[in-house]
């Protein structure tokens, strides 16, 4: 093994990292605090339901929505083929009350 400054060069050829001589200090700039305009706020949330609420730093209350606008969409797109399904079935049966009935009378459509 041989040693040079923040390195260990194994025999190998691998290499070990090593901090124990230096420190690094990170220094963060404070931002001015996050203020929402109002407007965007509410423009985002037209766009779709939650991104208003991230926008604004309510990232919990944001996704909530998010997620509950998400499944009332897809359940409103679900609901459709549903009503469709359903409008077909009757007139099913409608169709076939007819044909029975016509045929017991005699008469073809």
Not at 14 to 35: A, F, P, Q, R, S
Not at 78 to 93: A, K
């Amino acid at each position: 093994m041989l040693c040079k400054g923040n390195y260990i060069l194994l025999n190998d050829g691998g290499v070990i990292l090593t901090d124990e001589e230096e420190k690094y200090v990170i220094e963060v700039e404070e931002n001015d605090e996050h203020k929402p305009l109002p407007w965007k706020s509410a423009l985002y949330s037209l766009i779709f339901p939650g991104l208003g609420q991230m926008y604004n730093g309510d990232f919990s209350r944001g996704s909530y929505y998010f997620v509950i606008a998400f499944i009332l969409i897809v359940a409103a797109y679900l609901l459709l083929p549903i009503l469709i399904l359903g409008i077909f079935w009757l007139y099913n049966v409608y169709q076939a009350f007819n044909f029975a009935r016509n045929y017991q009378t005699g008469t073809k459509n």
